[in-house]
């Protein structure tokens, strides 16, 4: 289940016993065993479709419901330091890493990864097409005042934005509202100004590949080690926050990193294309 939004589970259930008030129903206040858990997530693994191919076999195998809150990395960190979910999957290692440290997680465990690539028109107006590094076709694209939108969401994506242009050299901001287009949105919305302004943009390669109102839009650069691009999961504190799902939330984490839900991530393309690829350690 997908919660677009960025409702939390306090939010959630106060939505829920409003709406049932509102029509004249007697709310039932779900039980703490309820079999479900939440989980704060990425635009990436929603857009994807990933989260559409995984959570049926795990649910299936389990009994567990998963119902996603689909928002940047930024936020969905956030989300979860306020108690608000009971596992995050996202995709910003050194903000994982800072959320288990501030003891905010439990343990982070890599799951899988893909790539990042610069998309853009086809007449590619500042000609990055082939280069092989990503800050030098940025830099080409600010030296040529072509557009450029940027998710500028403190996603994982944004973040990842945001340190190639400084190795470029490049202050984008100071160029907000001319060529660089800041849209505060998804992957997806943002694809679609992309298109829309004839603009580039950086995407993750499995929104990519899964978004279908590419027109012309190619990929023009990709393959620079700088776009690698990391997921982990991590159970929410349940020391901090009671209400964690900790042995449900547990479950879903175990079976991400799993020999079955490692195999249940690679078996997931587009088509013929695998989106992502699974690389979680062995567990001892």
Known sequence: MLISAAFGRRNFLKFALATLSLVGLSPTVPHAD??????????????????????????????????????????????A??????????????????????????????????????????ADPAKIAGLKQAPEALKKIA??????????????THKAELKLWEEAGVDPKASSGSWYLETGSGMGATLNTAVGKQAYALTDRGTWLAFANKDDFKVLVEGDDKLFNQYGVILVNPTKHPNVKAKEGQTFINWLVSPEGQAAIASYTIDGQQLFFPNARPQS
Do not use: C, W
């Not at 990436?44 to 928002?71: C, D, M, Y």
């Not at 890599?110 to 028109?121: A, E, L, Q």
């Not at 030296?143 to 994982?156: E, L």
């Open 34 to 79: 309820d079999n479900f858990i939440i989980v704060q997530s990425t635009t990436s693994t929603q857009n994807s479709g990933l989260f559409e191919h995984l959570l049926p076999i795990f649910t299936q195998k389990t009994g567990i419901e998963v119902r996603v809150v689909a928002v940047g990395t930024g936020q969905a960190l956030k989300n």
């Open 81 to 122: 330091e306020n108690g608000d979910g009971d596992v995050v999957f996202v995709h910003s290692q050194l903000d994982e890493e800072k959320f288990v440290a501030d003891g905010s997680g439990v343990k982070r465990y890599p799951v899988m990864y893909n790539d990042f690539i610069i998309v853009g028109p086809g």
């Open 143 to 156: 030296d040529t005042k072509a557009p450029f939108a940027s998710r500028a969401d403190d996603s994982g």
